[in-house]
Nanobody
C-alpha cells in the first residue's frame, strides 16, 4: 500500500524557518514526482513546489521563490520542503502528493495525483 506521511509542521515566528518531511512508502522516488501543496484557512489548495523523478524542481507559486526549496533523499524515501523567511501568509496545512509528472503546460500535478498525504499544519505568527 502506497502512503505519504508529512511531518515537521508547527508554530514559528515571522522570519523563521521550518523543514517539512514527506516520508513515502510502497513506491520509490524514482517512480513518482512529489509535490507540496498548501491550504490556508478558507482558501483552496495551492501548489508550492515539486521535485521530479530525476531531481529537477518546479516552483508552482512565485510567492515562495527565493525562500522555499525542495530536495529528496532516495535512500530514505523522503522529500523535504525547506522553508525560510516565513511570513504569516505561509500559514496553512501543507500536503505532499505523488504523481507521474510535476505538471504540464504551466499547470501543477494536481489533476494527476495518485496519492495524497494527510497534511501537517504550519502556523507563522508572532
Amino acid at each position: 500500500q502506497s502512503q505519504l506521511v508529512e511531518s515537521g509542521g508547527g508554530v514559528v515566528q515571522p522570519g523563521g524557518s521550518l523543514r517539512l518531511s514527506c516520508a513515502t512508502s510502497g513506491f520509490t522516488l524514482n517512480s513518482y514526482a512529489i509535490g507540496w501543496f498548501r491550504q490556508a484557512p478558507g482558501k483552496g489548495r495551492e501548489g508550492v513546489l515539486c521535485i521530479n523523478r530525476v531531481g529537477g524542481s518546479t516552483t508552482y507559486t512565485d510567492s515562495v521563490k527565493g525562500r522555499f526549496t525542495i530536495s529528496k533523499d532516495n535512500a530514505k524515501n523522503t522529500v523535504y520542503l525547506h522553508m525560510n523567511s516565513l511570513k504569516p501568509e505561509d500559514t496553512g496545512v501543507y500536503y505532499c502528493a505523488a504523481a507521474y509528472l510535476c505538471g504540464t503546460a504551466g499547470s501543477t500535478m494536481y489533476n494527476g495525483v495518485n496519492y495524497w498525504g494527510k497534511g501537517t499544519l504550519v502556523t507563522v505568527s508572532s
